[in-house]
Nanobody, 127 residues
């Protein structure tokens, strides 16, 4: 399976960041798989943000839940991330990934140690 992130590389503070992950070589409705958004910044390391299951259930990192929304378009085999009220602290490399589990413990502290990942997209929050 291949994953590819897309979206703007520059977002202004207080705006909403929107990213899309396009999946090929597999379906986002395949049983037992979870489709996650993960980010990495120099200050915070690797941070799992949230996931959507094959059946459409959504899970969020509690620390980001109030600002995060994950959805999907099964007709396009895509899932999306929206992060509202961004600040410069949201500057990071954003990845989409998939595996048979999800969460901060599953993905750990090293990018791409488990599962399949996209190449990542750099997002800078700046005015």
């Amino acid at each position: 399976v291949q994953l590819q992130e897309s979206g703007p590389g520059l977002v202004k503070p207080s705006q909403t960041l929107s990213l899309t992950c396009t999946v090929s070589g597999g379906s986002i409705t395949t049983n037992s798989y979870y489709w996650s958004w993960i980010r990495q910044s120099p200050g915070k390391g690797l941070e799992w943000m949230g996931a959507i299951s094959a059946s459409g259930s959504i899970y969020y990192n509690p620390s980001l839940k109030s600002r995060t929304s994950i959805s999907r378009d099964t007709s396009k085999n895509q899932f999306t991330l929206q992060l509202s009220s961004v600040t410069p602290e949201d500057t990071a490399m954003y990845y989409c990934a998939t595996d048979k589990s999800f969460g901060s413990r599953w993905y750990g502290s090293r990018p791409k140690a488990v599962g399949s990942w996209g190449q990542g997209t750099q997002v800078i929050v700046s005015s």
